[in-house]
């Protein structure tokens, strides 16, 4: 979560602290619940010998403008709104699934952050009672986090879970350092958040979302977010709970997938809220953001986004997240050029 925001913006949370992020049990967070808030083309990418290949999509490059003047998150720094240039670059048109990254475990054998840790942060309707029997942790201020012991990409709600059927669902429980491990791996990288944001947009000029202004153009849902009332009410009006097969909705003007919604997506950037507002080269021309930072920006929002409570799901919209950290909700794509 970006530090300085308001609860509201703990969309991920980080391992940071333990004492000071860990609350309650989810029992005593149960009895207390009445207080929770309410052109392109395919291509395959090639490294050396191993077979990794992703379609991607080739985009020229050109000036976009960037950010949004939405108000509602301040501490997000969204703004300004300002003229960018990006280089020619492609993206993967999918998210990495668990399918990919098994591939890449399977030749490389990468041992995730989650795994090494020995715990990841998994959404509470998905803890099964017999793992929330052995959990101990939430987050606090946002007690629908639940630290799971366990999980990982591979059984991403903990002991007895699996992906055997959700082989073409992005991977998540994935760290920073995990994703750029993989794009490595496939000869490629993260993008920057320029590159994301440029992408993402589509073609299309300081829209609200992806798509355009509409959230729901004539009723058609068209990212994985959350309907009802969020965190206690799921009508699943989109159909999916939790992550969705990528490409499961409609994609942008450039023929990409997900970028709203389904699972958040890491960003090569360091965090600033501030670095961006000064007009300089380096934030104008191929922003490649700060030199240093404490969390890496990720963008586009998750299944748990709903506008009562984190409509990041908004093209201009970001967070941010330590480099070590996994969440049931953030996974990523890739770049090459
Ligand atoms: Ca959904």
């Known amino acids: ?20 992020v860990f609350a309650a049990t989810p029992k005593q967070v149960a009895a207390n619940s009445s207080e929770l808030a309410g052109d392109s083309g395919c291509l395959a990418a090639e490294n050396g010998n191993n077979a990794a290949s992703f379609d991607l999509v080739r985009l020229d490059g050109g000036n976009f403008r960037m950010g949004t003047d939405d108000r509602r998150f301040p501490a997000d720094g969204e703004g300004p709104v300002r003229e960018v240039s990006v280089d020619g670059f492609g993206v993967s048109a999918r998210l990495v699934t668990n399918e990919d990254f098994d591939a890449f475990v399977s030749a490389t054998g990468h041992v995730t952050d989650a795994e090494r840790f020995g715990w990841s942060f998994v959404f509470k309707d998905f803890v099964s009672a017999e793992v929330e029997r052995e959990v101990s942790q939430v987050v606090q201020g946002s007690e629908w986090w639940w630290r799971v012991d366990g999980s990982y990409w591979r059984e991403p709600e903990g002991l007895g879970s699996g992906v055997e059927d959700r082989g073409d669902h992005p991977v998540t429980h994935v760290s920073w350092t995990d994703a750029m491990a993989y794009c490595d791996w496939v000869g490629g990288r993260l993008p920057t958040e320029a590159e994301w944001e440029f992408a993402a947009r589509g073609g299309l000029d300081q829209a609200r979302f992806a798509w355009g202004d509409e959230l729901e153009p004539e009723g058609e849902h068209m990212c994985n977010i959350w309907q009802g009332e969020f965190p206690s009410v799921n009508t699943l009006g ?37 670095f961006h507002r000064n007009a300089r080269r380096v934030t104008r021309e191929n922003p490649k953001g700060p030199r240093n930072g404490s969390a890496k920006v990720i963008r586009g929002g998750s299944y748990l986004c709903h506008d009562s409570y984190c409509n990041r799901y908004r093209v201009g919209a970001r967070t941010a997240n330590t480099p070590d950290s996994s969440t049931g909700n953030l996974g990523f794509r890739v770049v090459v050029g």
């Open 1 to 20: 979560m970006v530090e300085g925001s308001d609860s509201q913006s703990c969309c991920v949370p980080d391992r940071g602290e333990e004492s000071a």
């Open 238 to 274: 989109d159909g999916w709970h939790g992550t969705s097969p990528v490409g499961s909705f409609s994609a942008n003007g450039y023929g990409i997938y997900d970028v709203a919604g389904n699972v958040w997506e890491w960003c090569s950037d360091w965090f600033s809220a501030s």
